[in-house]
């Protein structure tokens, strides 16, 4: 990398702002084991039995569940800690993002969940992304749609344009390191209308209600800054950064994400 970067070599990389990076013939490992571990003594959560998955499926919050209220100091370092976990952790961001709604006044519940790693207080969907380049998932984000949407082609829709936005501005970070992308960056979605709403502009049946400033998504696809593509519901990465899932389709998707367990290193982990 020095030959083409102006940089100064230090040596194998082992710590970066809290981070531990672990590098082998494999590959490299970013991890926050030594800060996850530090969480659960600091919350007194050490004894505490483990689980498979960060959120009961099918369990909804809300902010008045008639459970008494939590300490909102406590609660928020909590949630504050796990936002930071994020950083390498990207299976566990939609609880973190999910229960980061709840800061003001929080309940018993709401603490219960967050010691543990949708929403009924309005209509608005939860948009999810993740971006790869090469093995594994290098930018994600998961977070509360800013409109209504009056269908889920419509929330497809938007969310794919939200993804577009980010594409766009990857591009630009990738040109600025001598990395220019010639192709168009597949973006996969798993409903077909919201595909022909890009697709197609006079489509205008389903997509007069959206907001204007989403409409530049078929500029980029006509440029060639985006190609869309459908895949299945089944194999759609981002379901992770939406909803509470069952532990095997949550294992399946975070594989896929490129997050594995410290197991899998085995003794390079440990020296």
């Excluded at 702002?17 to 082998?24: A, H, N, P, Y």
């Excluded at 919050?61 to 609660?75: I, N, P, R, T, Y």
């Excluded at 976990?85 to 800061?103: E, G, K, V, Y």
């Excluded at 985006?226 to 992770?240: G, H, T, W, Y």
């Amino acid at each position: 990398m020095m030959q083409k970067y102006e940089m100064t070599d230090s040596g194998l990389l082992h710590h970066f702002l809290g981070m531990g990076v672990l590098q082998t013939e494999n590959g490299v490992f970013i991890h926050q084991s030594k800060y996850a571990k530090s969480l659960l003594v600091k919350f007194g959560l050490e004894d505490c039995k483990s689980v498979t998955i960060p959120l009961p499926t099918g369990e909804k919050l809300k902010k008045v569940d008639g459970s008494q209220l939590a300490d909102e100091g406590l609660f928020r370092k909590i949630v504050g800690s796990l936002l930071y976990l994020t950083a390498t952790r990207p299976d566990i961001i939609f609880a973190a993002i999910l229960l980061s709604r709840f800061m003001h006044s929080p309940t018993k519940k709401h603490m219960g969940i967050a010691k543990r790693a949708g929403s009924e207080e309005d209509s608005r969907s939860t948009s999810g992304y993740a971006f790869s380049f090469g093995s594994g998932a290098f930018s994600w984000a998961s977070m509360k749609q800013n409109t209504v949407a009056l269908s889920t082609a419509e929330a497809k829709y938007v969310l794919a344009a939200e993804a577009t936005a980010q594409a766009i501005w990857l591009r630009f970070v990738l040109d600025d390191f001598g990395e220019m992308q010639p192709d168009a960056i597949p973006l996969f979605c798993e409903n077909m209308s919201a595909i022909s709403m890009v697709k197609n502009p006079v489509f205008r049946q389903k997509t007069r209600y959206i907001n204007r400033r989403y409409r530049f998504i078929r500029e980029a696809l006509q440029e060639g800054v985006i190609d869309m593509r459908f895949c299945r519901s089944e194999e759609q990465l981002a379901n992770i950064f939406t909803k509470a899932l069952p532990k095997d389709r949550f294992n399946y998707l975070r594989l896929k994400l490129g997050v594995k367990p410290v197991s899998s290193l085995g003794e390079a982990f440990e020296s």
